[in-house]
C-alpha cells in the first residue's frame, strides 16, 4: 500500500466545536477514521495528522518529500499567509509527488481574507467546499495521479 500524509492546519483539532455551522459537528477523530477507511478503499496507507504550530507542519512536508509520501493538506489559516509553509509544498510537488490541497468550507464565498491562497498556485489540485467528503475526492485524487505513472 501506498502511504498517504493527510495534514491539517491549525484549529482544526477543533471540528465539531469551531463553527458547526461552517465545519459541520463532527471531529477530528471522525475525519481521522473516515480518510483511514477511504484510503484503506483505494489502496492508500492514510496517516491522519494535525497542529497548530506552523514549523511542525512545514517539518511534515519535508518528511514527506525525504520518504516520497503524496500528500492531503488542509492548510486551514496557514493557506492565507504562510510562505514557509508554500516553500514546503513547492518541494512536494518538484519531488514530483500529488499534492491535494482541501478545505472543508468553500474559502472563495467566505471573508475576503480569506480568498487568497499560497497554496493553491503549488498544489496537484485544490477541493474546496465538499465538508468531509472533500478529504474522500483529494484521496482518490491521489490514487488516480499515482495509477498514471
Given at each position: 500500500m501506498t502511504r498517504v500524509m493527510v495534514i491539517n492546519g491549525p484549529?482544526?483539532?477543533r471540528l465539531g466545536v469551531r463553527e458547526p455551522d461552517v465545519y459541520g459537528s463532527q471531529d477530528l477523530k471522525t475525519l481521522s477514521?473516515?480518510?483511514v477507511t477511504w484510503g484503506q478503499r483505494l489502496g492508500l496507507d492514510v496517516e491522519v495528522r494535525q497542529s497548530d504550530d506552523e514549523a511542525e507542519v512545514i517539518g511534515w512536508m519535508h518528511?514527506?518529500?525525504d520518504e516520497r509520501t503524496p500528500v492531503v493538506m488542509n492548510p486551514a489559516a496557514f493557506t492565507h499567509y504562510s510562505y514557509g509553509l508554500a516553500d514546503a509544498a513547492h518541494m512536494v510537488t518538484d519531488a514530483g509527488l500529488p499534492l491535494m490541497e482541501v478545505h472543508i468550507s468553500n474559502p472563495s464565498a467566505r471573508e475576503s481574507f480569506r480568498k487568497h491562497s499560497v497554496i493553491s498556485p503549488v498544489a496537484t489540485g485544490t477541493i474546496t467546499g465538499m465538508g468531509f467528503f472533500g478529504y474522500k475526492l483529494?484521496?482518490?485524487s491521489v490514487a488516480y495521479l499515482?495509477?498514471?505513472k
Open positions: 484549529n482544526l483539532g477514521a473516515d480518510c518528511d514527506a518529500v483529494a484521496l482518490e499515482l495509477r498514471q
